[in-house]
C-alpha cells in the first residue's frame, strides 16, 4: 500500500496579530506542498486565513535559483525585501514590486538570491509549469557576487543533467506498435 502524502495544514488564525521576524522559522517542506516549485526554497508564514483564502508569507530563493513560466489560481502581491528578482526585462532590488494573475508569468530569475514578502489570495497556490520548458531554460540575467555566479552554474549544470536524462530515457523507452487497422 502506497503510503497517504502528507498535507500541509496550517491553522488559521484571523485575531490581530504582531510578529517578530526571528520568532518564525523558515520551512522548505511547507514553500514545497504550498507552492509546488522546483526544490530549494524555504518559507515563513505569517498569516492564513482560508475564509479569505489569504496567506502571508517571506520566501528565500538561493543563489542561481529560477522560477518557472508558470500560473496558480490567485493572484499574489510581491514586495522584495532583500537581494535581487530579475522579471519581465527589469532587475529587481529591496522595495521594489511584482504582481501576478492566473495568466503565465515569469520566469523569474535570482541569480544572487533574494527575499521577498508575498500576499497570495484566491483559489491556490500551486503553481502550474512546464518541466521540460523549465528544463530548456537558460539563465538571462548575470550573478553580480561569486556565490551567485556559483549558484547560476550548478542550476544550469542541473538542468541540462535532468534535461539530458529524460531525452536518454526517452530514446531507451521500447517503441509501442502501432494498432492494427481492420476494416
Not at 19 to 35: S, T
Not at 79 to 88: E, I
Not at 104 to 118: A, I, L, N, Q, S
Request: charged share 35%; with cysteine.
Amino acid at each position: 500500500m502506497v503510503p497517504k502524502k502528507k498535507v500541509y495544514r496550517r491553522k488559521p488564525d484571523s485575531r490581530f496579530v504582531a510578529k517578530y521576524d526571528k520568532d518564525v522559522k523558515w520551512e522548505e517542506a511547507a514553500a514545497n506542498e504550498l507552492l509546488t516549485l522546483p526544490k530549494g526554497l524555504k518559507m515563513k508564514i505569517f498569516a492564513y486565513d482560508p475564509v479569505m483564502k489569504r496567506i502571508d508569507f517571506k520566501l528565500r530563493f538561493p543563489k542561481g535559483y529560477v522560477e518557472p513560466v508558470h500560473s496558480h489560481k490567485s493572484w499574489h502581491s510581491i514586495l522584495v525585501t532583500k537581494g535581487r528578482m530579475c522579471v519581465a526585462g527589469k532587475d529587481l532590488r529591496p522595495g521594489d514590486y511584482v504582481f501576478g494573475w492566473d495568466q503565465p508569468h515569469g520566469p523569474y530569475e535570482y541569480p544572487d538570491g533574494c527575499e521577498v514578502f508575498v500576499v497570495f489570495m484566491g483559489e491556490g497556490t500551486q503553481h502550474v509549469w512546464d518541466e521540460d520548458e523549465f528544463l530548456r531554460h537558460r539563465t538571462l540575467w548575470k550573478a553580480k557576487s561569486a556565490a551567485g555566479k556559483k549558484g547560476v552554474a550548478r542550476g544550469e549544470a542541473a538542468r541540462k543533467r535532468t534535461l539530458e536524462k529524460k531525452a536518454s530515457k526517452k530514446r531507451a523507452s521500447p517503441k509501442k506498435p502501432s494498432p492494427k487497422k481492420t476494416h
